[in-house]
């Protein structure tokens, strides 16, 4: 039923038809889902680099409403252009797109730029939809991002997209619409500098870095979302302390090592 009206609406012009697929959006979003947002305090001015696990092909509209009316690019895969109802949802949001797990740096370039130029990105780390619900070990390209953009890091966690619209996939478009609770809650922003440490002495740090950017959006889910970042930040290797002279008496003694 849905895919069918996707169809007729594909034949209209670029504005119109994506006025309509925002209002048909809008309506389906209202009807079957009861929604809750956190954390909304927590979102600085922009721009910002927000990242956020991935369930389902309604994250990216679930998290337009949940920022309106800020205006947020958002990083999706080139297949979601495969298909009308993909193609159409897609339209509804401010795109920016990938192919996922190709050498093709173009489009994060064009995410940094946009950074740059003082408007907010949000991209899903995993680089794809989880099919557990668990996060799976994200892309390096998220450290990369943020590295050139130096913009706060806004950790987002989305629960209840996987059950209002599941994965297919024998057709992405003709997934079905449930009802659902869904959530998203915003966490502390922070910048990459602040992750130097849980990346120190890593063997690969654009990967250690986007893994502790990758534990902030797992602290604000629920113990079954967490996945391959459940477990606690590796520890930094110590490092064997100078040797330091006894301070005289009554100086001020040395303060500890960060």
């Known amino acids: 039923m849905i895919h069918n009206v996707f169809t007729l609406l594909s034949v209209l012009p670029a504005r119109p038809r994506r006025a309509a697929v925002r209002t048909l959006m809008d309506s389906l979003w209202h009807l079957r889902t009861t929604e809750e947002v956190l954390g909304r305090e927590n979102l600085p001015p922009p721009p910002c680099l927000f990242i956020c696990n991935h369930l389902s092909n309604a994250d990216g509209f679930t998290l337009v409403r949940a920022l309106r009316p800020r205006k947020v690019y958002f ?26 797990n190709s050498s093709d740096i173009e489009p994060i370039k064009r995410a940094v730029e946009t950074l740059k130029a003082g408007h907010s990105v949000l991209i899903f780390p995993e680089g794809g939809r989880s099919r557990t619900g668990a996060l799976t070990r994200a892309k390096k390209g998220a450290s990369l991002i943020a590295r050139r953009a130096g913009v706060p890091i806004v950790p987002v966690a989305l629960t209840g997209t996987e059950k209002f619209m599941p994965i297919d996939d024998r057709d992405m478009g003709r997934e079905q619409v449930r009802r659902a609770h869904l959530t998203v809650r915003f966490g502390t922003p922070f910048l990459l500098e602040e992750l130097e440490a849980e990346a120190a002495g890593a063997e690969d740090p654009r990967q250690a870095l986007t893994d502790a950017m990758m534990r902030r959006v797992a602290g604000l889910l629920p113990p079954e979302y967490r996945g391959v970042y459940a477990g606690p930040a590796p520890e930094a290797e110590d490092e064997a302390p100078a040797p330091v002279e006894r301070p005289a008496a009554h100086a001020p003694p040395p303060e500890p090592g960060r």
């Open 75 to 100: 990083l999706a895969g080139i297949k979601l252009q495969g298909t009308v109802m993909t193609r159409l949802g897609t339209e509804a949001v401010d795109t920016i797109f990938i192919r996922p």
